[in-house]
């Protein structure tokens, strides 16, 4: 949420070096300090209002750096205890510095569109990584009987996951290529069905790099292409989930019609913030929510996967005891 927070109030850029910010461990303050950073930084002037959020998110993902180099020693501390996820802890680790570059090649690369994307990506990857984490720590099972009709479920709470990570990367190369704004208007966008659209140059991930993309470069038939991709993704989305929570509502368990319940609840809290953002011209609260709710959307349908690949048997009890 921070991230996305930074991002979009356009901090991206509210520390133009790493991973100090104007060469201060904080930001600069006095007016001494901000004179001195605008004589070193004459293209990127100080904005007091932009770089304390990029500062405090630096800080934080450093914090969680931290704490999951600490899971990845206890990890190896505890190695010879059966059901400690080992591996799981050491890919983490490998993920959260790779995020950190990520972070560092944002700044650098001054908010390219591919590394926003992939930053954006790889925090959801982390934190669904931590959360499966939770669950098989946790030991949270399913117990249910006549496993063999759940294949049909199984399978599609893979396409669930999978489309929903489609509709992620959609809504980050939306977000990193300042596209959100290129419809206005909903269900039609720019007043027509199928708008005028360059979807070759929207989707270019082999642009060059460079000088700078805040604000984005591209033009508004590019834009318009990823917004009206991102909708139609969300059309699908909306689609397989409920189909998935009908499939979990129809196997008549008690555990697996209250993550039906869910997942249709966080679907269409994300589709109605979705639709406001639009409406409303992205209200800062609003599209900040619209990323930590698509967070919360992909943590669900993984809970609803993990239940169903590690589920036992349930017991049966016979009148004699």
């Known amino acids: 949420m921070l991230g996305a927070f930074t991002r979009l109030a356009d901090a991206g850029l509210g520390c133009p070096d790493w991973p100090t910010c ?5 930001v600069p303050t006095t007016e001494a300090e901000i004179a001195q950073a605008n004589a070193v930084f004459a293209d990127t002037p100080v904005e007091t209002d932009k770089t304390w959020p990029e500062q405090v998110h630096r800080i934080v993902a450093g914090t969680l750096g931290l704490m999951v180099l600490g899971l990845a020693i206890c990890a190896w501390r505890e190695k010879n205890i059966p059901g400690r996820p080992q591996k799981h802890a050491y890919v983490l680790c490998v993920l959260i510095v790779i995020q950190a570059l990520f972070g560092m090649w944002t700044v650098t690369l001054k908010l390219w569109p591919q590394v926003v994307t992939a930053h954006l990506l790889g925090g959801f990857a982390t934190l669904s ?44 190369w939306t977000s990193s290529n300042y596209a959100a704004l290129a419809c206005v208007d909903l269900p039609t966008c720019q007043g027509y069905w199928l ?42 989305t909306t689609v397989v989930v409920l ?19 869910a997942l249709a609840v966080v679907l269409f809290v994300q589709v ?10 992205i209200p800062l609260p609003v599209a900040v929510a619209h990323n930590a709710v698509g967070a919360l959307l992909l943590l669900t349908v993984m809970t609803v996967m993990h239940r169903l690949y590690t589920l036992k048997p349930e017991k049966i009890i016979s009148e004699e005891g």
């Open 243 to 261: 189909l998935l929570a009908y499939k979990l509502w129809c196997l008549n368990h008690p555990d697996s019609r209250r993550w039906a319940l």
């Open 22 to 26: 104007y060469g201060h461990l904080w």
């Open 129 to 172: 990584l931590l959360w499966l984490m939770v669950q098989r720590l946790g030991g949270y099972q399913w117990s249910f009987q006549g496993l063999a009709q759940l294949a049909n479920v199984k399978r599609w709470t893979v396409i669930a996951l999978l489309v929903v990570t489609v509709q992620i990367l959609l809504g980050g």
């Open 272 to 281: 109605g913030l979705g639709v406001t953002n639009i409406l409303a011209h």
């Open 195 to 236: 708008p005028d659209m360059n979807f070759a140059q929207g989707f270019d991930v082999m642009q060059q790099i460079g000088p700078n993309y805040l604000g984005g470069n591209l033009d508004n038939e590019a834009r318009t292409a990823i917004h009206f991709s991102h909708r139609i993704g969300a059309i699908i």
